[in-house]
């Protein structure tokens, strides 16, 4: 009678522990940690980027010789066609859970090609919401190919986390697919996509490297692709809206042509109020923001340094506006801040999700400096002179 009940649960025990035979090991696995997407000739043209997780690990088991990443690279007329003919090549499962972002191409993003991969990538099991998502017109392979400053792993790149560096600057918002899709589903149906570019300013003793670097936007619409906003161009788009955390704005003092001032600039919060008059829409904007002063030539008043810091922010909020615009962007999304608060008025102006916009309609720009902390105790200099 023992033994039956033994022999019983030994097949109950093995019964339950097959349930496990059919799952991959982690180790015979490829990970997806990039994916980029071109458009040329007719044709989709991926690049898949494999991470190598050796490098991941802790510095005493990690392999300093092993090759952070592969990228390959397949041609499909649909994004769905590329990745089987790249499947072939491929010698172990492909998993996609752990993608952390995708590029698109300025051809990718034109006659709605990106929404056609967004919807197919979002259709996928194994991806998720959080994916990044950026735009470029620099070669993609090259910039899946770049390792992070001082060999770090491709996980810690500024791509695959560029919430790391929020805290230093926040020049451009990073997006990701959830933000993607909100912003193309509701009005202004518009939304800027980070761009990316080639960074050459760092360099070791045996060579010069590369890095990625965020300098502007590139504005996707659900009708396609609108243009890009970068550089200087793009400077205004921090300064209206609550997520940016520290900024930094550089300015002239006085006549002198050298004698220049940077401030840090953080805390901001933007309010923007639609104003309608005889079906005529225009908006009252308020930004509030605390200053730093991390140094400086000569000794300067507060005042002046607010004064300052008004005018340039101004300055950048208006240029960036009347870019977008050229390009009938509303870079801004005046639109969707007429339809939270007036959805009677924006249902009878709007075009497409979209109210029209001039130069004018941002009637009020009011800029707010609360206070400028100087790091010392005067806005005196350092050094006597």
């Given at each position: 009678?023992?033994?039956?009940?033994?022999?019983?649960?030994?097949l109950?025990?093995?019964l339950?522990?097959?349930?496990?035979l059919?799952?991959?090991?982690?180790?015979?696995?490829?990970?997806?940690?990039?994916?980029g997407?071109?458009y040329?000739?007719?044709?989709?043209?991926?690049?898949l980027?494999?991470?190598?997780f050796?490098?991941?690990e802790?510095?005493e088991?990690?392999?300093?010789?092993?090759?952070?990443?592969?990228?390959?690279?397949?041609?499909?007329?649909t994004?769905?066609?590329?990745?089987?003919?790249?499947?072939?090549?491929?010698?172990?499962?492909?998993f996609?859970?752990?993608?952390?972002?995708?590029?698109?191409?300025?051809?990718?993003?034109?006659?709605?090609?990106?929404i056609s991969?967004?919807?197919?990538?979002?259709?996928?099991?194994?991806t998720?919401?959080q994916?990044w998502?950026?735009?470029t017109q620099?070669?993609?392979?090259d910039?899946?190919?770049?390792?992070?400053?001082?060999?770090?792993?491709?996980?810690?790149?500024?791509?695959?986390?560029?919430?790391d560096?929020?805290?230093?600057?926040?020049?451009?918002e990073?997006?990701?697919?959830?933000?993607?899709?909100?912003?193309?589903?509701e009005?202004?149906?518009?939304?800027g996509?980070?761009?990316?570019?080639?960074?050459?300013?760092?360099?070791?003793?045996?060579e010069?490297?590369?890095?990625?670097?965020?300098?502007?936007v590139?504005?996707?619409s659900?009708d396609?692709?609108?243009?890009?906003?970068?550089?200087?161009?793009?400077?205004?788009?921090?300064?209206?809206?609550?997520?940016?955390?520290?900024?930094?704005?550089?300015?002239?003092?006085?006549?002198?042509?050298t004698?220049?001032?940077?401030?840090t600039?953080?805390?901001i919060?933007?309010?923007?109020?639609?104003?309608v008059?005889?079906?005529?829409?225009?908006?009252?904007?308020?930004?509030?923001?605390?200053?730093?002063?991390?140094?400086?030539?000569t000794?300067?008043?507060e005042?002046?340094?607010?004064?300052q810091?008004?005018?340039?922010?101004?300055?950048?909020?208006?240029?960036?506006?009347?870019?977008?615009?050229?390009?009938?962007?509303d870079?801004?999304?005046?639109s969707?801040?007429?339809?939270?608060?007036?959805?009677?008025?924006?249902?009878k102006?709007?075009q497409d999700?979209?109210?029209?916009?001039?130069p004018?309609?941002?009637?009020?720009?009011?800029?707010?400096?609360?206070?400028?902390?100087s790091?010392?105790?005067t806005?005196t200099?350092?050094?006597?002179?």
């Amino acid at each position: 009678m023992k033994k039956k009940i033994i022999l019983l649960s030994g097949l109950a025990t093995s019964l339950l522990l097959s349930g496990c035979l059919d799952v991959t090991e982690p180790q015979r696995m490829y990970y997806v940690d990039g994916l980029g997407i071109d458009y040329k000739d007719g044709q989709y043209e991926i690049y898949l980027q494999l991470i190598n997780f050796s490098n991941v690990e802790k510095s005493e088991t990690s392999n300093p010789q092993a090759v952070p990443a592969e990228v390959g690279q397949s041609k499909g007329k649909t994004l769905e066609e590329a990745l089987f003919k790249l499947f072939r090549s491929i010698d172990q499962k492909v998993f996609w859970g752990h993608m952390t972002y995708i590029i698109f191409s300025e051809e990718a993003m034109k006659n709605k090609n990106a929404i056609s991969v967004i919807d197919s990538v979002l259709r996928y099991r194994e991806t998720r919401y959080q994916i990044w998502t950026y735009c470029t017109q620099d070669s993609i392979k090259d910039i899946l190919l770049i390792t992070p400053i001082l060999n770090k792993s491709l996980t810690s790149s500024k791509l695959s986390t560029p919430l790391d560096t929020d805290d230093q600057e926040t020049f451009v918002e990073p997006v990701n697919f959830r933000n993607l899709v909100i912003g193309l589903n509701e009005p202004n149906h518009e939304i800027g996509i980070p761009y990316v570019t080639i960074n050459k300013n760092w360099e070791t003793a045996e060579e010069r490297g590369q890095d990625t670097a965020l300098t502007g936007v590139g504005v996707l619409s659900k009708d396609g692709f609108k243009g890009f906003i970068k550089n200087d161009a793009a400077r205004g788009t921090q300064w209206m809206h609550n997520r940016t955390h520290r900024g930094e704005i550089t300015f002239k003092l006085g006549d002198n042509e050298t004698d220049y001032l940077t401030t840090t600039l953080e805390k901001i919060k933007v309010d923007i109020k639609p104003l309608v008059k005889n079906d005529q829409v225009t908006f009252e904007v308020v930004v509030k923001l605390n200053a730093t002063l991390n140094g400086f030539k000569t000794n300067v008043s507060e005042e002046e340094i607010k004064k300052q810091i008004i005018k340039e922010v101004k300055k950048e909020i208006r240029t960036t506006y009347e870019e977008a615009l050229a390009k009938d962007i509303d870079i801004y999304r005046l639109s969707e801040h007429l339809y939270r608060k007036n959805v009677k008025v924006w249902k009878k102006l709007e075009q497409d999700g979209k109210i029209p916009l001039t130069p004018s309609s941002i009637s009020k720009l009011e800029i707010d400096v609360n206070q400028v902390n100087s790091g010392r105790k005067t806005f005196t200099g350092t050094i006597n002179e």
